[in-house]
């Protein structure tokens, strides 16, 4: 049995409600809790970037598609597409720093 959980955010907290229960979109105001960190995760540009250079390919053996996705992220890797996330901790230690002091 699959049960679904809805939540509605307010500015105070996040309800829970019964899965019995419908929420009236026309009573309630949903709104994104501020600074969420499921709204853009770290791999939420890099995914499509990997999944580019597959499209339209088709595999006939899972170690074909392993070997394709390998490939896709060494090609990702040489061509500089991932080197935003791996500049995150340089770009993030001035704002710790100045949060420290």
Avoid at 8 to 26: F, R, S, W
Avoid at 81 to 89: D, K, N, R, S, Y
Wanted: glycine share 4%; hydrophobic share 40%; with cysteine.
């Amino acid at each position: 049995m699959k049960v679904m959980v809805i939540l509605v955010y307010e500015c105070d907290g996040v309800i829970p409600l019964p899965p019995q229960q419908t929420v009236n979109v026309q009573h309630y105001c949903l709104y994104h809790p501020p600074y969420s960190p499921d709204l853009s995760t770290c791999d939420f540009d890099l995914i499509p970037k990997m999944k580019e250079p597959l499209r339209g390919i088709r595999f006939r053996t899972v170690p074909e598609i392993l070997l394709a996705i390998d490939s896709s992220i060494r090609t990702i890797n040489t061509t500089g597409a991932a080197t935003g996330i791996l500049q995150l901790p340089h770009l993030w230690q001035p704002v710790v720093h100045n949060a420290l002091h």
